[in-house]
Every structure is written in C-alpha cells, then in structure tokens.
C-alpha cells in the first residue's frame, strides 16, 4: 500500500470555479478575494482580514506596515519551519531566537522575557502543530508596545480558552501553502483589528501604492497613484481566492477527521518509546501535523523504514538553529536551545489529513507496530530492521 503525506480535497467543483473566474475578465485581486476577507472577518471576529499570496509575503507586508527594519529585533522560537525567522531578515532586522518548552514545543515565554532588550519591536510565537501559544500570557509578560504577531500557519481551527487567533495579538497570519488545513496551493491572509496597521498593510502588500488594481480603475477612469512607504508585492489573484470560499464552510467538519486521526495515533503510541507533543487543558488543537519524537537517534532508520514501506512521512522541522544560515551567524548563541534541537533530532511527522483512510492509518500502525517497533532499541537496528522485511 502507499499512504502519501497529504492528499488535497480540491475536486472538479473548485475547476468550475476557476473557470468562472477566467470568464470574468479580472484575474488580480478583486471581488472574490473581497467575499474570502469578510467571511475571515466573521469567523475570527476581527475588524481587518487581508488575503495574501502566501504566509511569508504576508508576514514580510506586516513587518513593514509596522515600521520594523534594519537595528530592530524580532523575537522567535528556535523550533517552527525557516520562513518564520526569514521574514525578518528580509525586512533587515534580526532575529532572536529562543527555546521553546519541552511538553508542548511552544516558545517558552519565560525566555521570551528574559530576551526582550530595548531593540526589540516584536515577537512572532508559533501555533505549532496547530496547538496556539498561550497569546495573553505572553503580552503579559512583554513591556508595552512590542508587537505580538502571531504565526498561525498552522492553526486556522485552533482555539485557547475560547480565544482564537487574531483575538489578544497585533496580527495572526495563515498560510494557506499546499498542504495546509485550508488550501489554494499558495496562499495566507493577516488579520487584525488595527486599524491603522491594517490601512499601512493595504499599500505594504502592493508595492506601498496607495491604490490597488481594482480601485485605480473602479470609476471607469483611471486615477494616479502615489508610494509614501516601500511595500512587497503580496496580493492574492482571485483565481486562487476562488477556491477557499467553501473550505472555511467545511472547517469544523474536517477537524473532526483530524482530531479522531489524531487521537487514534495517540492511542497507538501510549505504551512505545514514541512520544508527541501534550494538547494543554483548555487548548483545541487544529491538528495540523502528527509529529512525533524517536529516541536515541533512530529517527533516521525509521523515517527510512516508513518511506521503503510507501508511507509518506516528512521532518517538521530541524531546530532553525542548527540550519547553517543561523548556525554560521555569531550573533546565533550556539547551545541555547537545548529543546529545539534535541526535539528537531528525533521528529517524523506521520501523514494527517481528513481523507485518510482507516485502511490506511491501520497500514501505517501496524508496520509501525510489527516492523519498527521491536527493532527500535536494538542495537543493531539496521540489520535486522532490514532482514526483517
Ligand atoms: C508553512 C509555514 C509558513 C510559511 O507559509 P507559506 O504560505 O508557505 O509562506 C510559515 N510558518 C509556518 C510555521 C509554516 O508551517
């Protein structure tokens, strides 16, 4: 059998779509993305939602909209995927990495306290795996006026205490990347409820023009435009738009195939030398990826075990620390992130997503159970791991 990582529920329905679109005449950003933005509005009950080209144009337009360049700190979690921390290199400023915690692998917000210097302008936590960062406990902890951005690329369902991305932060970002919970194959959006960042973020995402395509021609004549302040290029076309309109529909539904997916891994793992992050207490997790930890540098051996087998697993993620772009830069203090790394030595994420089958989770538990397993703290794991297929 083959379990792939991830297989999308885009169907003919969405090419309809598409092709309504290209019907239109208007391929940019316009009426389509307009309809996404208010019902983003709606479900995370925010003033602002601004569509995207992807998570990281986003995070790069909101950095600027904020002001945040070269002298300024950002402060982020060693553990989470590289473009977390790009994004504030490419706006010139640094950034701060931190350990996260041990049980849930979410930046740790002691450390984020003890990492504030008066450079800092802001924090981008993590909804790791889907699991969101305790949002008000970290503004507590932070001076006023450092900015809480929140890298919810994982987290479109997730909720903590009630709360949901975008509610106690500046600004919550999605992706909607390939294989995220809600797709358009390249994509995300910034939602907030300031409203002079969200008026910068509308000109940050388009160059800093001070009108976007649909509004230079909307009167039928065209109107000049001016930039007062350097933007990226960062808009959504509407034939991408276009297909997330019924999966924010469907969300809900789709979590619970994720959740019970989730649960039965959980289950499987209980009495193995295998563990996973812990979902806190009043936390609902979007269960966005399944990873997990192997001991004693098997990681490896086992990843490769799963890939000869024909299931798909993949590595989110080596602590950004130990990638050579940071691992190089003397300002990166090495051996500060004890968590991250150890965490980033032994993870394997195993596929997840609401069409898996239970033939095909059963597939993966039981080569998991019968092949690996019992080989997994054996000494000579390579050998007889092999001769045992
Ligand atoms: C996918 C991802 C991103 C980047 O999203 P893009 O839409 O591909 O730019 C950022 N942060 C995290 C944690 C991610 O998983």
């Given at each position: ?7 999308h529920s885009l169907d003919?329905s969405s090419a309809a779509l598409v092709a309504e679109v290209i019907?239109s005449?208007f391929l940019t950003s316009g009426q389509r993305c307009s309809r996404v933005e208010e019902r983003l509005r709606a479900i995370f009950n925010v003033s602002h939602a601004k569509l995207t080209s992807s998570w990281?144009q986003g995070?790069?337009a909101t ?89 919810a690329a994982?987290c479109f369902e ?6 949901r991305p975008g509610?106690?932060?500046?600004a919550a970002i999605f992706s909607f990347y390939a294989?995220k919970n809600v797709t358009c194959g390249e994509g995300g959006a910034v939602i907030t409820n300031?409203?002079?960042?969200a008026?910068?973020l509308n000109?940050?995402v388009l ?5 976007t395509a649909a509004q ?18 960062a808009n959504l076309p509407d034939l991408l738009a276009v297909l997330l309109e019924g999966q924010l529909e469907t969300v809900d539904d789709r ?31 979007a ?103």
């Amino acid at each position: 059998m083959k379990v792939p990582f991830y297989r999308h529920s885009l169907d003919a329905s969405s090419a309809a779509l598409v092709a309504e679109v290209i019907q239109s005449g208007f391929l940019t950003s316009g009426q389509r993305c307009s309809r996404v933005e208010e019902r983003l509005r709606a479900i995370f009950n925010v003033s602002h939602a601004k569509l995207t080209s992807s998570w990281t144009q986003g995070a790069v337009a909101t950095l600027l909209a904020l002001g945040i360049g070269p002298g300024d700190e950002v402060i982020v979690p060693a553990m989470t995927f590289v473009a977390t921390a790009n994004v504030v290199k490419q706006v010139g400023a640094r950034p701060v990495f931190v350990d996260v915690e041990p049980s849930t692998l979410l930046i740790d917000i002691a450390l984020v306290k003890a990492a504030v210097t008066p450079q800092t302008k802001a924090v981008i936590p993590v909804h790791l795996y889907g699991q969101m960062v305790d949002v008000p406990a970290l503004r507590a902890a932070l001076p006023a006026g450092i900015k809480i951005i929140e890298d919810a690329a994982h987290c479109f369902e997730g909720r903590r205490a009630g709360r949901r991305p975008g509610s106690d932060s500046d600004a919550a970002i999605f992706s909607f990347y390939a294989t995220k919970n809600v797709t358009c194959g390249e994509g995300g959006a910034v939602i907030t409820n300031d409203a002079e960042l969200a008026a910068n973020l509308n000109e940050t995402v388009l160059h800093g023009m001070s009108a976007t395509a649909a509004q230079r021609f909307s009167a039928g004549r065209y109107q000049h435009w001016d930039v007062e302040r350097l933007g990226t290029k960062a808009n959504l076309p509407d034939l991408l738009a276009v297909l997330l309109e019924g999966q924010l529909e469907t969300v809900d539904d789709r979590l619970e195939q994720r959740e019970a997916l989730a649960r039965r891994y959980e289950e499987s793992f209980a009495d193995t030398p295998i563990s996973f992050p812990t979902i806190e207490a009043g936390a609902v997790s979007a269960r966005h990826l399944f990873a997990i930890h192997v001991p004693d540098g098997r990681r490896d051996w086992l990843m490769r075990m799963l890939n000869d087998q024909g299931i798909g697993a993949t590595v989110n993620y080596r602590s950004v620390t130990e990638l050579s772009l940071y691992r190089n830069d003397a300002s990166v203090r090495r051996g500060s992130f004890p968590v991250a790394r150890a965490w980033g030595e032994g993870t394997l994420s195993l596929p997840l997503f609401p069409t898996l089958q239970e033939a095909e989770q059963d597939y993966i538990l039981n080569v998991l159970r019968y092949e690996i397993l019992p080989f997994l703290d054996s000494s000579e794991t390579e050998e007889r791991g092999v001769a045992a297929l």
